[in-house]
């Protein structure tokens, strides 16, 4: 690990001090406007774990992926590099929350539908490398509590809650829209 002033970044021991339980990880925007590749994202989960952390691993597709029908692609992708490069008990340790990239912050949501889709692709995904924890991983959805309709998507058997981004800055509304 490196130390020192890194300007923007935080070191995943300095969280741990600070008392975080969870850290984002893969998260869309770090890897669309910082270019984080899956290889570093794994480093991320590795260093979290290693300070205690639980990793909440973010996949996702962007509109034009999922208009090409590359949803499962880039989905398998990111999850893999996690399945493919970390040992099991490290695996058990992991929340992973689907973000549906084309739907933050654009007035769209995934379907309940949709969403049940990819969150039963990501646990069969799951269960072809731990097959005994694949019931026990928890998969969360980013981006329909901003929008307030969650409920039905939450209601889906594979969608296990939600991945709260900007509508947990308002607590009272929040409250009142779930």
Known sequence: MRRGAYTGEVAAAML??????????GHSERRTLLGEMDDQVV??????LACGITPVLCVGETLAE????????????????????LEPVQLQQ????????????T?????PEQA?????????????????HAGELRVLLRGQCESGSCRPSFAQPDVDGGLVGGAALDPEQFLRHH
């Open 94 to 105: 992991l929340v992973v929350a689907y973000e549906p990239v084309w739907a933050i912050g």
């Open 116 to 132: 049940q889709a990819v969150h039963a692709f990501i646990r069969q995904q799951w269960a072809e490398r731990l097959p005994t």
């Open 66 to 85: 999922r208009e090409r029908d590359a949803t499962k692609l880039v989905v398998a992708r990111q999850l893999h590099a996690a399945l493919d490069h």
């Open 16 to 25: 741990a001090d600070f008392g975080c339980h969870y850290v984002l990880v």
């Open 107 to 111: 007035g769209k949501t995934a379907t």
């Open 43 to 48: 480093a991320k989960i590795r260093q979290a």
